[in-house]
């Protein structure tokens, strides 16, 4: 799954710095390269608009990825990261197959992005419309092909309509945002992904938080939950959208399930769908209180607040208590009422490393910017 920029991980390479442009078919031999916007337009003033995008990604281009180490990398993470000042009709992102640079026009390139000419045949991914905001696009699969040995030339985008978009370029106060790391699934949510085990039996009033035989509670690694119900999420009721149906008008809800690590990431983050709050440990401790009140909690603490339906945020979750080998997450769902008219519950978890995509990292080039100190690099790396 796709999680928000909501942090930069410590172990992220952010780039906001290369070429970009626009040409445009009323104005063929007219360069666009200074703009403080890059367009796509379906019609605008007699003909169409094109966008190209590039980024210095890999060390032979004069980026910091080491090439071989990110096309051998399976945790690979890539996403590109557009501020669109002008809302549209979403466009199809071909990889280019040739170079351009800011005083490229519409002629020539020969007639703009020509799919099959001088850019991929098919898009390596499409947006749908886009509202006047920041927008979001994983694009690992196209970063990954250019490390196995395409030449990377960037993007060229074609409209997929008349309604023309204009997101902010290299000239503007918020670039275009390339950000590559390296993460590790620990937790994925949704029907394919990985089982929960959970309890729907407390009663609404019950204050009372499962023990097994043992004494173990029920947010322990040893604890005992055999006898609980499993399922995938999205977990629910009341919403029609649920993989899983859990017993409905309760108050709290619980779930737990196992992931192990072989390595300790520096960075923990929890992509999290609760209705209405929820309490979040790893281990038997507590790391994230969501909507719910201060102090000693019970099961039959009610929700600060209605939450929206399906609400979805992500988390940074602290990882000192991370053990290697097995580990368990315990997630507690509140309602805001007994009586409430749904449920709902899904999570994903990931990790990220000391990226070991930068080996023999260069100087870095001017306006490319590091979510962390190179010296840091040169002292801790390590070999995975």
Known sequence: MLLPLFALPAS??????????????????????????????????????HGLLYFPIFQDEGGVINRSAAAGSSNLRATLELNVENAGNGGDFHANTQTFSETTTWDSMGGGVRPGVNASSSPSFSTPYLGASSHTFDVT????????GTSNFGWGVLPQGTNGVEFSSFSSATPPTLTITEQYDYITGGPSGDSWQYYDGIAAGD?????????????????????????????????????TVVNSNLVTYLFRTTFVISELPEHLFLDLLRDDAAVVYLNGVEVLRDNLPGGVLDASTLATTYSSDNQRDAFELSASGLLLGTNVLAIEVHNHSSGS????????????VESNLLAAVPEPSTGLLLGFGLSFLAAHRRSR
């Open 12 to 49: 992220a390479v952010t780039i906001q710095s290369g070429v970009d442009t626009y040409v445009r078919e009323a104005t063929p031999t007219t360069s666009y390269g200074s703009s403080s916007v890059v367009e796509w337009d379906g019609s605008d003033g007699g003909g169409a608009n």
């Open 141 to 148: 699969s196209q970063i990954q092909a250019w490390a196995s």
């Open 207 to 243: 204050p009372n938080y499962p023990i097994d035989g043992d004494g173990d509670i029920w947010t322990d690694l040893a604890f005992d939950d055999s006898g609980w119900s499993v399922g995938n999420g999205q977990f629910g009721y009341g919403d029609g959208d649920e993989n």
């Open 341 to 352: 008219s749904d449920i709902s519950f899904d999570a994903s978890l990931f990790g990220t």
